[in-house]
C-alpha cells in the first residue's frame, strides 16, 4: 500500500475514520516474539479498522506558550488483526490508502468486539 501523503491530525475527528470502518489499513511492528515463536522485527501487517469511538472534548494550550486554550474532539479508533504476531504499547505508523500515512500511539488490547479480536487502539486528541 503506497501512501505520499500525510493526515493532518489537527483537523481529524472521529468522522474522518467513520466511513473507513471495515477498510485496511497497515502498519510495520515492533521487535518481538509472540507466544507461538513467531518474530515480528520490521513485518507488516494489515490491520482492520473496526470500531470509531467519540471520546467527548478536551480543552488544551494552543501553543506551549501560549495561555489561549483549545477545544479539541478526543476519538478512539479500534483496529483488529492478525492474532499470532505481538503488539505492543506504542507509536505506531498506520498507512491506508485514502488517508494516507497516521502516526499514532496505540495500546494493545486483547477483547473481542463483532465476533473480531481487537488488538489495537489509538486515541487522539
Known sequence: MATAKQL????????TFKPHIGSKFETTLFAGTSEEGIKSDGVTVELELVDCEDRGEIQCPEGPDSDKMLTRKRFSVVFSGPENFPFFDGVYQLRHAELGEIPAIALSRDAEKDGKVVLLTATFS
Not at 493532518?8 to 468522522?15: G, R, S
Open 8 to 15: 493532518d491530525l489537527a483537523k481529524a475527528t472521529v468522522d
